[in-house]
């Protein structure tokens, strides 16, 4: 039996909030394992530092992920090599596991475009900031390797908020007529900034939606990288596979919560019990997967030092580097807007120039 | 001597679709209607039957979905040319054209390109309902990283349709319905290419400069035929895209005379005669014998056809404002 055969309402569930099993373990040895553990504490650690570097001044508006490493990085992690991922804002973590260096990331949100400029055989799409706009992009990009027979898998991140938009609706719908190998990814927080998932949608669950695309939808517990990874697998190697006797797109609703603020911007306290955040930090997906790998003796205290020790210094390296990273040179404005500046463009650009090596950088900058 | 073929303008485009596709695999077309039904003007017609349902694609009914499917697509290093039925239903993709279809390369530092063409007809005096005769080309050109192509002559609709495939940056198509067809030319059946960015002159004059696209330059060349007749020697550059602008052509024509209109169906607030306009004061003010003229559409909503003749700009109102230019 697929693991797609099942209720909206019942979620796929490997882990239990102890770490206990009650489902079935996926296929993955001792290393993969602890490679997941290892990318959740590295995605938890950038996130707390990047909050913080906000908080001092030293990085602009940034959207945390805490609490949602266990979808990120169970999803990622079910990715081959020549797939795609195509993320929303908020998926540093999920990227980090394609290798997206995480200097790129904060880059990006140092307000440096290069950090959106994923390298050559990473195979992440640019972040894309208008809700739910990025879905059509995955149909599109997983249409394309169908038609080119390469069938890739193309994972596509939104939020549960982004279910209202009507390009979701747009993008799944096209996936479902044109049997795309897409996973739609549906990071169900909870929160859509200060609406709640029930202002969203009177469906009882997100994963239901599929019924209406003729695609296979299933529900699983965000919390539990196991069962997210478990899920997402199976999706994956559906969508990668022409002979499939069934849709090769599949919506999977990933239940969560996000600890933190939906960006640095905002104050959650506002629009959120502490109750409700502290019973969903007690399914906290990180100490759930590392008490099921201890009671594996995969992990021990030695272990857990060591991979701390490794992730801070990753954290710390990453930051450093992109800090000491030089403002970019103002050409770079022009540089990509077209394969070939068009000759207004140039004119404006040489003006600039003039002007800037006429009265220097603090014609412009406050220093 | 390559061998021509007699085509109207929505012929041309379908015979630039077709030859472009015959030559590369990675081009294809998708819209509503585009497939069985070989497009609602027929600029799809018989491409299914020549290149199948892969390649030529009947979508949903959505134009987001159209247009961010494409995106997508084009990412991935395919050519797709999607089609928008009407231009006032391009809205809807708005946000994928503007959000995402003019910023990929910017945000990726040119890790992906969009090699895409978006198709739309666009433009009145069909008698058409409601929605179907705007012409709002000034949202696309104030958009950086599009280009805007607007041919009015069968030969260049696929000499330009050709070379916008063929382009590395997204290129928005559009095509005045009005003259779909309105007469034919001569169209090489080889693929050729015409350069995006480069006006052509449409008719040589001494007096007086004017500057027009698509569907308009019609009207235009005959207001410089009638005024030719009163001793008027009228200048007709066809701009044929409008972004990015031919500059120098525009401040060529205008230095040689000193005095210019701009002709264009648009609503005449912040359209692209304001501007034309403004490229003249920077470049020419000291050549400049009269005010710049603009003749366009009024600033209303675009009226339904029982008045439409009253909106458009016909070849006696450009008359006058070629007079008022002259006569200044």
Sequence with gaps: MSVFDRAYDDPVRVLDKDGEVVGDVPDLDDEELVGMYRHMRLARHFDERAVSLQRQGRMGTYPPLSGQEGAQIGSATALDEDDWMVPSYREHGAALVRGLPLKQTLLYWMGHEAGNATPEGVNVF????????????ATGAAWASKLRGENDAFLCYFGDGATSEGDFHEGVNFAGVFDTPTVFFCNNNQWAISVPRERQTRSATLAQKAEAYGIDGVQVDGMDPLAVYSVTRAAVEKARDPETDRPRPTLIEAIQYRFGAHTTADDPTVYRDEDEVDSWKRKDPIPRLERYLRSEGVLDDERVAEIETVVEARVAEAIEAAESE??????????????ELPPELERQYEAFAAFRDAHGDEAFLEE | ???????????????????????????????????????????????????????????????????????????????????????????????????????????????FNLPMTLRAPYGGGIRAPEHHSESKEAFYAHEAGLKVVIPSTPYDAKGLLAASIRDPDPVIFLEPKLIYRAFRDEVPEEPYTLPIGEASTRREGDDVAVFTYGAMT???????????????????????????????????????????????????????AAEITAIIQEESLLYQEAPVKRVAGFDVPYPLYALEDYYLPTAARIEEGIKEAVEF
């Excluded at chain 2, 009207?219 to 409008?242: F, H, K, N, Q, S």
């Design chain 1, 126 to 137: 640019p972040v894309a900031v208008p809700i739910a706009s990025q879905v059509p992009h």
């Design chain 1, 326 to 339: 030089a403002r970019p040179m103002p050409e770079e404005m022009f540089e990509h807007a077209y394969a």
């Design chain 2, 1 to 111: 001597m390559s061998e021509t073929q007699n085509l109207t303008l929505v012929q041309a485009v379908r015979d630039g679709l077709y030859t472009e596709m015959r030559e590369d695999d990675e081009v294809l077309v998708l819209g509503q209607d585009v497939g069985k039904n070989g497009g609602v003007f027929r600029a799809t017609e018989g491409l299914f039957d020549e290149f199948g349902g892969d390649r030529v694609v009947d979508t949903p009914l959505a134009e987001s979905g159209i247009v961010g499917a494409a995106v997508g697509m084009a990412a991935m290093g395919l050519k797709p040319v999607p089609e928008i039925q009407f231009s006032g239903f391009m809205y809807p993709g708005f946000d994928q054209i503007v959000s995402h279809m003019a910023r990929f390369r910017t945000r990726s530092r040119g890790r």
């Design chain 2, 218 to 272: 019609r009207p235009t060349l005959e207001a410089a035929e009638a005024l030719a007749e009163e001793g008027i020697d009228c200048e007709v550059v066809d701009l044929r895209t409008v972004s990015p602008l031919d500059r120098e052509a525009i401040v060529e024509a205008f230095e040689a005379t000193g005095r210019a209109v701009v002709v264009h169906e648009a609503p005449k607030t912040g359209g692209l």
